[in-house]
């Protein structure tokens, strides 16, 4: 599928999402959130992640009953996730990542890229005040303790070895692919820049790292397809060499410990 029949394919549907709730007077607004607000990033993998604003009194039968989802394949997954959310997919594999909330909810709820598709009520201005709060919250996050992040960064990584030799590989992807990644990651984001112009994600680091640093993404991105041993030592070397000459204080004999307990020297 190419990215413009991906697009009509999404607008398509938002259309008749949007064409079915305005039928329903209980229905206040949809917000579009993700892709869906970021339309130059659509392609055939986004799902549609929204807000739907209902009357407090329907809110949770809206959760329970998804006859109000436009006409097409049928539900065949819709975890619960959250108070008010659910993830949805259809038999056609559409993904749906969705919250049903009241006007006063969706006051409370993060808002960091987002469009108003259908608005009955007071929604944009709601919208407008969540996403001034959430940047206000970004903005003023205590900065990460680097030192903290990188012990933990290069002990993950030796931990995460020693499992993986001792025949633990789940239990040492984890410590390598999720845990270690979670500190590398939190030591990038405050000390390299990201690229000019990059749409960074502020609620999820994880998100777009290759838009936003495109020399460390995809190097990271490669290392995460190694054997576990082979991507604990990718990791190293990645910070090695694009962490450590900008961190005051990073622990090279942490590291230089590491490579010879793992006989990497």
């Known amino acids: 599928m190419t990215t413009l029949d991906a697009r009509a394919r999404f607008d398509a549907w938002t259309d008749a999402l949007v064409a079915r709730l305005a039928q329903r007077p209980e229905v206040l607004g949809l917000v579009l959130l993700g892709s869906g607000a970021g339309r130059a990033r659509l392609d055939e993998w986004s799902d549609h992640d929204f807000y739907l604003v209902v009357a407090d009194d329907v809110a949770e039968s809206y959760r329970q009953d998804l006859e109000w989802l436009p006409d097409g394949p049928p539900v065949v997954l819709r975890p619960r996730?959250?108070?008010?959310?659910?993830?949805?997919?259809?038999a056609d594999g559409h993904v749906m990542e969705l919250a049903v909330a009241s006007l006063d909810d969706v006051a409370t709820f993060a808002a960091h890229h987002w469009r108003v598709v259908h608005d009955?009520?007071?929604?944009?201005?709601?919208?407008?005040?969540?996403?001034?709060?959430?940047?206000?919250?970004?903005?003023?996050?205590?900065?990460?303790?680097l030192q903290r992040a990188a012990g933990l960064f290069c002990s993950l990584l030796l931990i995460g070895v020693g499992r993986a030799r001792r025949g633990e590989f789940v239990a040492a992807s984890a410590h390598v692919r999720s845990y270690a990644l979670g500190e590398l990651l939190d030591l990038v984001g405050a000390l390299v820049p990201a690229s000019p112009g990059a749409l960074r994600d502020g609620l999820d680091p994880r998100r777009r790292v290759e838009d936003s640093y495109p020399g460390i993404g995809p190097r990271i991105g490669a290392a995460l397809e190694l054997p576990v041993e082979d991507c604990?030592?990718?990791?190293?070397?990645?910070?090695?060499?694009?962490?450590a000459p900008r961190m005051s204080g990073w622990p090279s004999e942490g590291a230089a410990t590491v490579r010879r307990t793992l006989d990497w020297v």
């Open 81 to 90: 996730e959250t108070e008010h959310g659910l993830k949805v997919v259809l």
């Open 232 to 243: 604990a030592r990718a990791l190293l070397e990645l910070a090695e060499e694009e962490v």
């Open 120 to 145: 009955k009520g007071p929604v944009s201005a709601v919208l407008e005040a969540c996403a001034e709060r959430t940047a206000r919250e970004i903005s003023e996050r205590p900065a990460p303790d």
